[in-house]
């Protein structure tokens, strides 16, 4: 499977900087530092993250259209603990 990271934004109100780690096959991604593993129509991840590379501009994922897909049992503060939630 395709897993990365990039850098992003949460928060409609005040805009926080952190990291996303995402899974491009199961269109899934989490903020760094949450518990929740969100997932986003395949479409969307793919040109989300394409359109930020490209940029050079991070992912706000308060804008995303997405569904909580599940919530890991400690925070995912490492892709590899990302890697492992989504492999489990």
């Known amino acids: 499977m395709t897993y990365g990271e990039i850098d ?19 269109a899934q991604y989490c903020v760094q530092g949450s518990t929740m593993v969100n997932t986003v129509d395949r479409n969307t991840i793919f040109g989300t993250i394409a359109d ?14 997405d ?15 990302f890697i492992e939630a989504i492999e489990s």
Not at 8 to 26: A, D, P, R, S, V
Not at 54 to 61: A, I, R, T
Not at 70 to 77: A, E, K, L, R, V
């Open 8 to 26: 992003g934004l949460y928060g409609k109100n005040e805009e926080t900087e952190c990291t996303i780690f995402y899974c491009c096959e199961t």
């Open 52 to 65: 930020c590379k490209e940029h050079g501009e991070p992912w706000n994922v308060e804008y995303s259209d």
């Open 67 to 81: 569904c909580d897909c599940f919530t890991w049992n400690q925070s995912i503060d490492t892709l590899e603990q």
